[in-house]
């Protein structure tokens, strides 16, 4: 079992930046794939970026690429997503995500992972 919890969200002007991270519980952290997707009211999940085991290999959603970065720290059990030159369109809540840990694959469906965090919530104002 898998526990994610993410911080550091927040209210951010457009063309600003924000870092957001997500912390995991489990001996099998640096086991496993790592996403990030966001959600908007009434939308379906979106993927944003996901990480392999090592962080050696990176996937990004169009858009996200070139502005937001995907790391993680398998000492410190935490993923991280970096994001630069906010738009008032990323305003919503963004989802932490891990595969299981003998799914090596990156993947850009929701259906594809297993735990959840609780969301963070990322305003941009204009």
């Known amino acids: 079992q898998v526990q994610l919890v993410e911080s550091g969200g927040g209210l951010v002007q457009a063309g600003g930046s924000l870092r957001i991270s997500c912390e995991a519980s489990?001996?099998?952290?640096?086991?496993?794939?790592m996403g990030w997707f966001r959600q908007a009211p009434g939308k379906d999940r979106e993927f944003v970026a996901a990480i392999s085991k090592n962080g050696g290999n990176t996937d990004y959603a169009d858009s996200a690429k070139g502005r937001f970065t995907i790391s993680r720290d398998n000492a410190k059990n935490t993923v991280y997503l970096q994001m630069n030159g906010l738009k008032p369109e990323d305003t919503t809540v963004y989802y932490c995500?891990?595969?299981?840990?003998?799914?090596?694959?990156?993947?850009?469906?929701?259906?594809?992972?297993?735990?959840w965090g609780q969301g963070t919530q990322v305003t941009v104002s204009s």
């Open positions: 995500a891990s595969r299981k840990n003998f799914y090596p694959t990156l993947t850009s469906s929701a259906l594809m992972y297993t735990y």
């Open positions: 489990g001996r099998t952290f640096s086991s496993n794939v």
